[in-house]
């Protein structure tokens, strides 16, 4: 498994969680790095990603809600994401991209609802 991701979870509406994500050296140093989300009946969309520099994007949907940030002692790229809302229900992606791979981790539910 090259993407490693984790954290997902059952949480009430307006509460916390943070999805990791974890990989090789060689990967993160190469990889702009990002989550994406799926939820029941609806494609995959972007969440936010990070580049190797430290740029980030995110959704509208989910700015000033969402932080994404990398460690870069740990191969690992965090998604906190707060003041979490019903509709962020969804299972969770981790992405890699590189100049020649495009790599995906397994999907982590995050289910909102009290």
């Known amino acids: 498994v090259q993407l490693q991701a984790s954290g997902g979870g059952l949480v009430q509406p307006g509460g916390s969680l943070r999805l990791s994500c974890a990989t090789s050296?060689?990967?993160?140093?190469?990889?702009?790095m990002g989550w994406y989300r799926q939820a029941p009946g609806k494609q995959r969309e972007l969440v936010a990603t990070i580049s190797t520099s430290g740029n980030t994007v995110y959704a509208d949907s989910v700015k000033g809600r969402f932080s994404i940030f990398r460690d870069k002692a740990e191969n690992t790229v965090y998604l906190e994401m707060n003041s979490l809302k019903p509709e962020d229900t969804a299972v969770f992606y981790c992405n890699a991209l590189t100049t020649s791979r495009n790599l995906w981790g397994q999907g982590t539910q995050v289910t909102v609802s009290s």
């Open positions: 050296g060689s990967i993160f140093s190469s990889a702009r």
